[in-house]
């Protein structure tokens, strides 16, 4: 697929290799300093959506890129919910809380994993579950997603006749799901709740199919395979698992595995339920049968409407990564990272530092979901300080919650800021803007750096620092690839 490429410096080189992994693009001059238009910043956290989209508003929206028959809308969590916070700071805080809970559900997850502690050994699984008169639910792992709560939407068409429902996206988790009556605990969700004796497709699961053998946590009941999902953060959902039909696009894909929860609890915003876009075999993109998918996540301040495309190809221009595996958990998505930059300087940090060990710690994900990205303690400072540094001439504000580096720019219209960039194999670079990582954190002038340390050996990429960038996951080759301005 990306055998030949013609790429274009001041001369021509043709660059032709047996292995895909050895593809080699441009190395791109380090930028040292990146302008920041603060007032266009002050001014979207003025004018974040305080409306929902509905069906007829999705429709009207046309997406700038799409290549697949296999696409859907991509929508912000505000312009779903609406802004439903006094101001613009409060908003802050509570995605700065959501977000908290969505890493610290993640870091569990892998901490499980690496210790070879399967879900099922916590505690029994299961010993009572739902039935349709609605008896008490044990339910000793917990899921759902405050992983995030939710950050990004798209709508989607679950059963036959086809019935559109909002559903949370995301990278790190693998099973699907939705709400389903009979519900013996339910949260609130925006539209009315999902009937299977109303599809002619619904079809459950017995226990003996392979994906029922896929869940981490299973039980059998009457034959009927009973799923419950975990990921450590106080909410989760208990159900059915069974086979679905979904309208994706313009697509109908028939006997989809999802879960049909009986008894779900967390923040998921109105959502019916989850598309798990993770490396596993019941997310979607196994189920899809795909070998390459991308996302570009919109402005979360704005309306803006995005798609996620199954089955397209990494653009040409990219900026390529490796896309690795861990062997322990093979829900997450790992890069291939090799160092950061700060203003043209590369942070002196051991060239491990983003390396996956032989237990499975350690590594470097990207995730859909965690919204400010999380660097070790130590590469953290590291970033940070040279940060600082490269900024002296700013007026230096309190720390807000976990941000400990902030400025006040109130009196400003646009400043320089050093260029954050992150490096890949073969002397590939993505240079982030500056937005995506300078961040407003009220309306009037108070500025983040948006990074945090965490003391896991973990690392993420969080969606602050994806935003306006398609990402492109090739899983037949493993890459990863950025594109800017390809939403």
């Known amino acids: 697929m990306f055998s030949h490429r013609c790429f274009v410096l001041f001369i021509f080189f043709l660059v032709s290799h047996s292995s895909v992994t050895s593809r080699i693009l441009p190395k791109i001059s380090v930028t040292t300093s990146t302008i920041l238009d603060v007032s266009d910043s002050i001014r979207r956290t003025k004018g974040a959506p305080s409306f929902q989209l509905n069906q007829q508003e999705e429709q009207s929206h046309t997406p700038s890129f799409s290549s697949s028959s296999f696409s859907l809308q991509l929508h912000s969590r505000a312009s779903v919910q609406g802004n439903e916070h006094s ?85 790190g988790s693998d099973v699907n799901w939705l709400q389903c009556a009979p519900c013996a605990d339910c949260y609130h969700q925006t539209e009315p709740i999902f009937e299977p004796s109303s599809s002619s497709s619904y079809s459950t699961l017995s226990c003996d199919t392979p994906q029922c053998k896929a869940l981490e946590v299973s ?37 989809v595995a999802v879960g049909c929860g009986h008894s779900n609890q967390g923040l998921f915003v109105g959502a019916a339920g989850l598309l798990g876009l993770g490396g596993g075999l019941l997310a979607l993109p196994s189920q899809l049968n795909t070998t390459s ?11 803006s409407v995005s798609t996620v495309e199954f089955g397209s190809d990494i653009s040409p221009d990219a900026v390529v990564a490796p896309l690795l595996r861990n062997h322990q958990l093979d829900t997450f998505y790992y890069l291939g990272l090799t160092g950061i930059s700060v203003g043209g300087e590369m942070l002196q940090i051991p060239s491990s530092s983003f390396e996956v060990d032989e237990s499975g710690g350690g590594g470097i994900i990207i995730d859909s979901g965690t919204a400010v990205t999380r660097l070790q303690t130590g590469i953290y400072n590291s970033l940070r300080d040279a940060f ?75 969606n602050v620092q994806q935003q306006g960038t398609r990402v492109g996951f090739d899983l037949a080759n493993s890459l990863i690839g950025f594109s800017t301005n390809k939403c």
Do not use: W
């Open 87 to 171: 101001d613009y700071k409060s908003l802050t805080l509570a995605r700065l809380d959501r977000d908290s809970a969505r890493v610290k559900s993640l870091m569990a997850r892998l901490d499980l994993a690496v210790n070879n502690i399967t879900k099922a050994d916590l505690k029994p699984v299961i010993t009572t579950m739902y039935t349709t008169e609605q008896q008490e639910i044990e339910a000793p792992l917990i899921s759902g997603t405050t992983q995030g709560s939710g950050e990004y939407f798209t709508r989607v068409g679950i059963g036959n006749p086809a019935r559109e429902v909002y559903m949370v996206l995301d990278t």
């Open 219 to 255: 039980e059998c009941r009457n034959a009927t395979c009973l799923y419950e999902v975990s990921y450590g953060d106080g909410s989760y959902t208990i159900g059915d698992l069974a086979t679905e039909t979904l309208t994706i696009g313009s697509a109908s894909v028939d006997n």
């Open 293 to 303: 998918f991308s996302y570009c996540l919109v402005d979360r301040d704005s309306d």
């Open 388 to 462: 600082v540094k490269g900024t002296t001439d700013l007026e230096k504000a309190a720390g807000v919650a976990m941000f400990d580096t902030c400025y006040n720019l109130a009196a400003k219209t646009t400043i320089e800021v050093p260029t954050v960039a992150f490096h890949f194999p073969g002397g590939n670079m993505l240079a982030l803007p500056a937005k995506n990582y300078m961040i407003p954190v009220d309306s009037v002038g108070t500025f983040c750096l948006a990074f945090a340390p965490t003391a896991s050996s973990l690392a993420i990429i969080g």
